[in-house]
């Protein structure tokens, strides 16, 4: 079992930035593909964005236009998910998720889910 704990959200005016985090216990994360995604009241879940394993590889969701970062330190099992420039439309719950496969492509990959974390961006 992994157990996956997000932090960081919290209310910032538009254009001002937030850094998730996702803490990671019960397994190893190293060899884990990691993703965010995110959900608004009343819609669907969406992917955000998502990585390897190793970190080297990255990539997101088009309409993000590269506004929001993902990385990770396996050091310290944890995922992070970086984000810029922030919209009122960028306000929901976002989760953090892992996958046993090596990438994630949609929610379908993911085999763990952590409880999600409120981002409300204000105008």
């Known amino acids: 079992q992994v157990q996956l704990v997000e932090s960081g959200g919290g209310l910032v005016q538009a254009g001002g930035s937030l850094r998730l985090s996702c803490a990671a216990s019960g397994r190893t994360v190293s060899s884990a593909a990691m993703g965010w995604f995110r959900q608004a009241p009343g819609k669907e879940r969406d992917f955000v964005a998502a990585i390897t394993g190793s970190g080297i590889r990255s990539y997101y969701s088009d309409s993000l236009k590269g506004r929001f970062t993902i990385s990770r330190d396996n050091a310290k099992n944890t995922v992070y998910l970086q984000m810029n420039n922030l919209k009122p439309e960028d306000t929901a719950v976002y989760y953090c998720?892992?996958?046993?496969?090596?990438?994630?492509?949609?929610?379908?990959?993911?085999?763990?889910w952590g409880q999600g974390t409120q981002v409300t961006v204000s105008s």
């Open positions: 998720a892992a996958s046993i496969a090596p990438y994630i492509y949609s929610e379908v990959q993911c085999d763990y």
